[in-house]
């Protein structure tokens, strides 16, 4: 699926991202840790 096919989608139905979602280069982070979260966004 590509980036403009999920924006889309997301558009249509919000209920889809229930909980915090970060997609970045190279990681996507599902839910909070927040260990988790720094560890990867002080890479």
């Known amino acids: 699926m590509t ?5 889309k989608l ?18 996507v982070l599902i839910g909070y840790n927040e260990i988790q979260w720094k560890e990867t966004l002080q890479r």
């Open 10 to 27: 997301l558009a249509t139905d919000g209920m889809l991202v229930k909980r915090p979602l970060l997609v970045g280069d190279g990681f």
């Open 3 to 7: 980036e403009d096919e999920c924006l």
